[in-house]
């Protein structure tokens, strides 16, 4: 009886310790999930980024006044981008405010 006694307290003894081993190495695997997680989180992150930026067509080529506009996004590049345009009198920020209902 008494070396059943020991028996079962050397294995819990050792039941514990591998509990507590494996509890050590557990944060570590979950640490590689969470990188990996975190890197297709940051790729698709980088994808939408990519896809948001809007694919401008329109360069700076000398066109200054509101007749010349095609669009109010085209209007609001040349404001931005462009030097010497004469489409923002009241320098508010909106370009062709009459033309494009604005």
Not at 34 to 47: D, G, R, W, Y
Not at 86 to 92: I, L, Q, V, Y
Request: aromatic residues 8%; charged residues 25%.
């Amino acid at each position: 009886m008494k070396k059943l006694l020991i028996l079962i307290v050397i294995s819990l003894g050792v039941w514990q310790f591998f509990l507590k081993d494996n509890a050590m190495f557990a944060p570590a695997e979950e640490d590689t999930a969470t990188q990996i997680l975190n890197s297709n989180a940051m790729k698709t992150l980088a994808k939408s980024k990519e896809l948001a930026k809007p694919k401008t067509a329109f360069k700076c080529d000398g066109r200054q006044h509101c007749s010349q506009m095609n669009s109010y996004e085209e209007a609001k590049f040349f404001i931005q981008n462009c030097p010497d345009t004469k489409m923002d009198g009241d320098n508010d920020g909106i370009p062709c405010e009459r033309q494009f209902d604005r």
